[in-house]
């Protein structure tokens, strides 16, 4: 069973910067892409930014790019949404999910398994 727990949300204002985490179990960690997602009050939940299993290919919504950075640490099992320069349109429960495959793909329904969510709330 994989488990996905997502830590570093909060509260910031608008123009400041925020880094969540995603602690995955598992020993296959490194063979599957990670994503982020973000739902925000009745709104669907949409696709943030996605990492191959080697780290190798990247890619985001456009709404975030340029602005959020996804990495990984395939030794210690995380990945990683470096947000910058946050937007109060940005508000929303951040969740993490592991993919079905290696490749980064912004599908939802590409993904397996997901975190119960981190909130972030930016404040204009």
């Known amino acids: 069973q994989v488990q996905l727990v997502e830590s570093g949300g909060g509260l910031v204002q608008a123009g400041g910067s925020l880094k969540l985490s995603c602690e995955a179990s598992?020993?296959?960690?490194?063979?599957?892409?990670m994503g982020w997602f973000r739902q925000a009050p009745g709104q669907e939940r949409e696709f943030v930014a996605t990492?191959?299993?080697?780290?190798?290919?990247?890619n985001y919504a456009d709404s975030v790019q340029g602005r959020f950075t996804i990495s990984r640490d395939n030794a210690k099992n995380m990945v990683y949404l470096q947000m910058n320069s946050l937007k109060p349109e940005d508000t929303a429960i951040y969740f993490c999910a592991r993919a079905r495959t290696g490749l980064a793909v912004s599908s939802a329904y590409t993904y397996a398994y997901w975190g119960q969510g981190t909130q972030v709330t930016v404040s204009s």
């Open positions: 598992g020993r296959t960690f490194s063979s599957y892409a």
């Open positions: 990492i191959s299993w080697s780290g190798g290919s990247t």
